[in-house]
């Protein structure tokens, strides 16, 4: 999989990956919230041979446990114009309980993503 420098933009958080703090050595990425409880962090999205990727690893720190949660991701190219949509499913999430996740998101179109944004969307 093919590593891209993408701007990122994770519910009002824009960072650029490859150009943002990177963590001293031993120190892990801070968690950056996507709503009701839940966070994420070391999100990259990468061009595969044909498919973009979107990988990272999401926490739990709900009041609950949930069978299922819900993160949808945006993807947007040149001038903030939306690409493609996606829901991103994590099966079994207990709280305080973190998951990594890796998905095939959309087959690629020739255009470049140049951002995306992630949020809760839902869970049970």
């Known amino acids: 999989m093919r590593r891209m420098k993408v701007a990122v933009a994770v519910v009002g958080l824009v960072a650029l990956l490859g150009l943002a703090r ?67 499913t994590i099966n079994s999430l207990a709280r305080g309980a973190t998951a990594k996740f890796r998905n095939k998101v959309f087959k690629s179109t020739g255009k470049s993503v140049k951002s995306y944004k992630i949020r809760f969307t839902m869970g049970f």
Do not use: C
Request: glycine content about 10%; hydrophobic content about 40%.
């Open 22 to 88: 990177s963590p001293a050595s031993g120190e892990e990425a801070p968690w950056t919230d996507v709503g009701m409880g839940f966070k994420v962090r070391d999100i990259q999205v990468g061009l595969g041979k044909v498919h973009y990727y979107v990988l990272g690893k999401v926490k739990n720190e709900s009041v609950k446990n949930y069978d299922m949660v819900v993160l949808h991701i945006s993807f947007f190219g040149e001038k903030r114009k939306l690409l493609q949509e996606f829901d991103i």
